[in-house]
């Protein structure tokens, strides 16, 4: 089995920053792709950024310039340092990793449980 445990929500000022962790633990082969996405109330969860095991990031436009991701293959963990954070940013923020296990042919796709990051003055 794996689990994804996030860590590093809260509540900002906007303006602040805040850094988000995700840890991948199981027996775990391999892991290609590290994402986070977010879902806020009544809405749809959207990716935010993801990062593939060679370094290669993408992110949202709407976070560009704001949000880095970043990953140490070493510790299965996936960061996402929010920089700038506004109102709109406040979401329960999820991680997910494209995931071969030990023994298995093939990878999945796991979630982590979320963490709430809410922007207010």
């Known amino acids: 089995q794996v689990q994804l445990v996030e860590s590093g929500g809260g509540l900002v000022q906007p303006g602040g920053s805040l850094r988000l962790s995700c840890a991948a633990s199981?027996?775990?082969?391999?892991?290609?792709?590290m994402g986070w996405y977010r879902q806020a109330p009544g809405k749809q969860r959207d990716l935010v950024a993801h990062?593939?095991?060679?370094?290669?990031?993408s992110y949202a436009d709407s976070v560009k310039g704001r949000f880095t991701i970043s990953r140490d293959n070493a510790k299965n963990t996936v960061y996402l340092q929010m920089n700038s954070l506004k109102p709109e940013d406040t979401a329960v923020y999820y991680c997910?990793?494209?995931?071969?296990?030990?023994?298995?042919?093939?990878?999945?796709?796991?979630w982590g449980q979320g963490t709430q990051v809410t922007v207010s003055s």
């Open positions: 997910n990793a494209d995931i071969r296990l030990v023994g298995e042919r093939f990878r999945h796709w796991y």
């Open positions: 199981g027996s775990i082969f391999s892991i290609n792709t």
């Open positions: 990062i593939i095991s060679g370094g290669s990031t």
